[in-house]
């Protein structure tokens, strides 16, 4: 095919390139091929693209008119496709018709490897022990081609000093031209179908669980439960600890000494793990650039009482990076009859009403009453409440909207939107797709559930979610499910307890760096630490599950972003300009400074460069600021010390190291595969804290469901929290350089016959076994053998 195709451009002459592409349109598939058309579904989880940039490739917002074998997906912008298409005439202006109709498309296909999406890897730009490549690297016998027909272009084609040693010596040039890795070597990879198959989107491991990375980008944060804008312009962000303060971060992630709100005094809550009470909402005001004011939602202790509070603020009229304190204004107070179940979240809709968001008042199974709270639409307990905030300088302080759907039935609280709800935590609006708004307004909750299921519902106007007749899609209460009255609405989707036990609601990603993820729902578990996703299905109007893992191999090997995160994952957030963020925390108590603010990153694809630039209004500053300083590192990725390029400093001062994981081998022996004498067996001494791999079915050494050696006997460990720094205690333990995945839900089979011993197990990564991490204590668990957790390990990545 290369030769045909050589032959015809040879016959076109210096004529339009749009001659040449008819030619490589007949024959030359491999140029234009179908694989970079872009879709939604997944890919495997090995490809690493990357630009000169070190970032992701992208779809050109103008199509390119001279690189147009990456018009689809690449690592050029119509600008830089133009500033090759003027070099490239530049070159050519030097050659007669035979010189051009010879070379011209090899010269083509040189300049535009710099679009490739693999370009990164085309030029070395991640090996800093060489120089950047100003060629690309050719396989062998497309160099050997080049060399006898235009080895004379080679001078003009670069700069580099060394190439005209090789003018004359084929062999010589084409060492010098070559790869390390063949499999990226110009032009083979086109055909390449392992590298070129589903360029473009988001990648997926064989269990199709989507590959997303992190970025972090806050850290220190005692509990941080909520991270607002004001949509002011100014694109800072705002995030809350449960303690009772506010911080301001600017776009530039650096935060500000003073607080912007601090009522620790006022607020109710205690160090233990696991208290619900405490700050627990905030929002600011649809017109907060205009009038200052924001709502914030909190525990009180009034008396013997305990309340939920939602108060009114304004901002200072000397800094607005600070409230006026003494602005507060009591909006409504709720008794709590417990501790828990508190709800806390805080929104504006589009209709510009204030909605509340309260949990059924605590204990279990909502005992308030004949039917409970949730129930009852004269308590405002275990509901959606819908108030009028505007223009309340004089008079009620909120007022109720008057198509609120109870307003007129007896005996029912005007401010109740919607009922039957447990305890919705985390609630969020959702802003439309960015091109046609589909979806706009719908509000989105996590509602977490009883001891069963956990949920996630669209909140409309009136409906009746179910609590405490039904939790997820079964009854709870049977004779209140049976109920032919109840007229309940069912949840887009619910989960079991295997999967995780209280539900953390996120948002509808309407971003504009990660095209990939757009109207993606993507949200989580505080319990399990497990992040998931749902995706509408426009035909059949269902929603369609998947899980999100955090990347392996290189899959997150780009500069800042990390592919690991702190399991108690409490709350999910959206900056001004629409990107998605969730907050965890390493020790779920309101004094530990263990939370982190998480970006989510799609590395499969971004945006094309400038389409989502914006620029932040200016922020006076009147605080000292404090840098923004990330703690996180990549981990599972083994970086020799002459890889990556943009670890190199010298080489590119602007991308930070990404830093290897500390694999420490625990013997200093080289690994051997172990013989077994014939005849008797040796008995094995174990000790406490040993691990093996068993029930891979194709006997694989590298893989299986890890069972941990205790006090005499062997068992099973659970996956709540199983992640990869569990994986990588395991796999180093075991003698191997990586950790390449942490298995859930019994992917080995379940270990019936043995003991569950380990559960709740939270490592840092660092630790020599297993029993020196976290866990809930030798013996002690709350899960079953469908549950067992597993590793697949690697010495390579």
Known sequence: MLHN???????????????????????????????????????????????????????????????????????????RDQELMAKYYRIMDNFDYYGFSKCAAYVLDLFCQECSPYAAHLFDAE?????????????????SQFHSKCRSFLTLLSDDPRLPEFAHDQRRLCQYLELDDPDYCYPHLLNNERLTKNLGRTTADSDGCLQLCLEEVANGLRNPLAMVHANDGTHRFFIAEQVGQVWVYLPDRSKLEKPFLNITKA?????????????????????????????????????????????????????????????????????EPASNHNGGQLLFADDGYLYIFTGDGGMAGDPFGKFGNAQNKSALLGKVLRI???DNERGPLYRIPPDNPFVDEHNARPEVFAYGVRNMWRCSVDRGDPITKEGKGRIFCGDVGQNKYEEVDIVEKGRNYGWRAKEGFS??????????????????????????????????????????????YIFGDFISGRLMSLKENRNSRSWEYSEICMGVGLTC???????????????????????????????PSAESPTGVVYKIVDPSRRASPGKCHYEPLSVR?????????????LIGVHVPTKHPRLSNPEVRSDNPQITPTPFTPTTSKPLRTSRRRKGRRRKTKHKNGAVRLVGDAEGRRDR??????????????????????????????????????????????????????LDDVQCKGTEETLLACQHAGIGTHNCAHYEDAGVICGYSV
């Open 5 to 79: 195709f050589y032959f015809h451009v040879s016959e076109v002459g210096r004529q339009d390139l749009s001659a040449m592409w008819y030619f490589r349109d007949i024959f030359g598939h491999i140029w234009q091929s179908p694989f970079i058309l872009l879709a939604f579904w997944t890919a495997p989880a090995f490809l690493h693209p990357q630009c000169l940039d070190f970032k992701p490739p992208f779809q050109p917002q103008q199509e390119l008119q001279f690189c147009q074998m990456y018009k689809y997906f690449g690592c050029c912008d119509y600008a």
């Open 127 to 143: 090996d800093p022990s060489t120089p950047l490549r100003t060629i690309p690297g050719l396989c062998p016998y497309y160099c």
């Open 267 to 335: 607020v109710l809550t205690s160090p233990w793990e696991g208290d619900e009470r405490g700050f627990l909402g905030l929002t600011f005001h649809p017109d907060f650039k205009n009038n200052g004011k924001l709502y914030v939602y909190y525990s009180v202790e009034v008396g013997i009482d305990e309340r939920i509070r939602i108060s009114e603020f304004r901002i200072s009229s000397t800094d607005m990076n600070e409230v006026d304190h003494g602005s507060e204004r009591i909006i409504l107070e709720i008794d």
């Open 388 to 390: 009028d905030v505007d």
């Open 475 to 520: 009854c709870y209460d049977k004779k209140l499910c049976a109920n032919s009255s109840l007229d309940d609405v069912l949840p887009i989707y619910a989960y079991p307890h295997k999967m995780g036990k209280s539900v953390t609601g996120g948002y509808v990603y309407r971003g504009c760096e990660n095209p990939n993820l757009n109207g993606m």
């Open 557 to 587: 090997s780009f500069p800042r972003l990390i592919n690991n995160y702190y399991p108690y994952i409490i709350s999910f957030a959206e900056d001004e300009a629409g990107e998605l963020y969730f907050m965890s925390t390493e020790i």
């Open 621 to 633: 500053v009147r605080s000292n600021l404090i840098q923004f300083k990330p703690k996180e590192t």
């Open 704 to 757: 299986g469901r890890v069972e941990v050696y205790v006090s005499g006997e062997w068992g099973t460990i659970c996956d709540d929290l199983w992640n990869t720094k569990n994986a990588i205690v395991v796999c180093r333990q075991l003698g191997f350089h990586h950790a390449l995945k942490a298995a859930k839900h019994a992917e080995f089979g379940e270990g019936t016959s043995l003991k569950i011993i």
